[in-house]
């Protein structure tokens, strides 16, 4: 056998070989008309105080896009007619089978859009965004999501008024409220450490100051130990009162100091549960971290920062930020809160 026949053979063989790979292997194909989730269960909304503990459970099932695929979740509202062009994020996550949430943080979830004390017909649904491990812009990333939603459920809700305490002299129009109206009030306030505060229950018409490092009624004020925002805390029936710093930041090599502290501190709007800043950013990347510290961090992508995540890349301009901590416990890996970044 010549030399060139030889040479000829094996080249043949090889274009088979690569055709027979090709034939072998296994290939991802979605589905022209994907099954998008279905939401089949919402408990009743007929909401009290005194079952805020109770846990609601709204079942769905997964979006079926044709092959084997991994999805994150939102469960959301909207006034009904709305056509969700203004959305109250209830519940996220990997798992729509069962979405759990106490009453008392579903309460307080729907009073940031509807009245309290009333029964006000909404529209939920349940949005699924795949997740896809592809380069930036690709079609299923975040710039390009591949997106499926359920039908629309209609059903009334009843919200209940929180009991509150006003805080009076803090230099803001501001408040902490009880979730279960048990004398426990907790919120975020913006305090100024030269502005000692009181606390007073319109409802009873109790001020409430300090007394050492206890509560008291018809006491002097409570001096804040620092500037900036705080988790404040009060119990009226043990009179007990603690004040946490409590500041969400923004760090990386984006922002004006860097990777170095302090970060550009966001401002809470409690209307809607938010953290926002509006700040000139640098080519770089950016996170989310409470206190400028490390212990509690949020990275990752617009819709679904988790504790550790990865940084955020952003090119120079001006943005507006707006993160919403969907979990303020949760730890390393677990989904913390979701934002959007809109650039101005």
Avoid at 13 to 30: A, N, P, Q, R
Avoid at 206 to 213: E, H, K, Q, V
Avoid at 228 to 243: E, V
């Amino acid at each position: 056998m010549s030399k060139k026949l030889i040479i000829y053979l094996a080249f043949f063989g090889l274009i088979g070989l690569l055709f027979s790979c090709e034939k072998d292997e296994t290939k991802v194909i979605m589905s022209a008309s994907p099954v998008v989730p279905t939401l089949t269960t919402v408990p009743d909304l007929t909401l009290q105080r005194n079952n805020g503990t109770n846990m609601l459970e709204f079942v769905g099932t997964a979006v079926d896009p044709g092959f084997a695929a991994s999805a994150n979740y939102f469960l959301e509202a909207c006034a009904s007619g709305n056509k969700f062009a203004s959305t109250v994020s209830l519940l996220s996550g990997t798992n729509p089978k069962s979405m759990k949430i106490s009453v008392s943080d579903l309460n307080g979830l729907l009073i940031k859009k509807f009245p309290t004390d009333k029964t006000s017909a909404i529209d939920i649904r349940l949005r699924a965004v795949l997740v896809v491990d592809a380069g930036t812009g690709a079609p299923g990333t975040s710039s390009a999501p591949f997106e499926y939603v359920s039908a629309t459920k209609t059903v009334n809700a009843t919200t209940y008024g929180l009991p509150r305490l006003d805080l009076i002299n803090s230099g803001v129009t501001q408040k902490i409220e009880s979730a279960l109206g048990d004398g426990k009030y907790t919120g975020y306030v913006k305090l100024d450490k030269t502005k000692s505060f009181t606390l007073k229950d319109p409802d009873a018409n109790i001020t409430y100051g300090a007394n050492g490092s206890a509560l008291a009624v018809s006491s002097t004020g409570i001096v804040p130990t620092d500037n900036g925002w705080f988790k404040l805390s009060a119990n009226t029936k043990a009179l007990t009162y603690s004040m946490e710093p409590y500041m969400i930041g923004l760090v990386g090599s984006a922002t004006p100091n860097g990777w170095n502290s302090p970060d550009q501190k966001m401002d809470y709007d409690a209307a809607t549960g938010t953290w926002k800043i509006t700040i000139t950013l640098v080519d770089g990347d950016i996170k989310f971290r409470l206190n400028d510290g490390w212990a509690w961090n949020l990275g990752g992508t617009t819709d679904k920062l988790t504790v550790d995540g990865a940084n955020i890349t952003l090119t120079a301009g001006k943005y507006t930020i707006v993160l919403t901590i969907t979990n303020p416990n949760s730890v390393k890996g677990e989904v913390g809160g979701t934002c959007t970044i809109t650039k101005i």
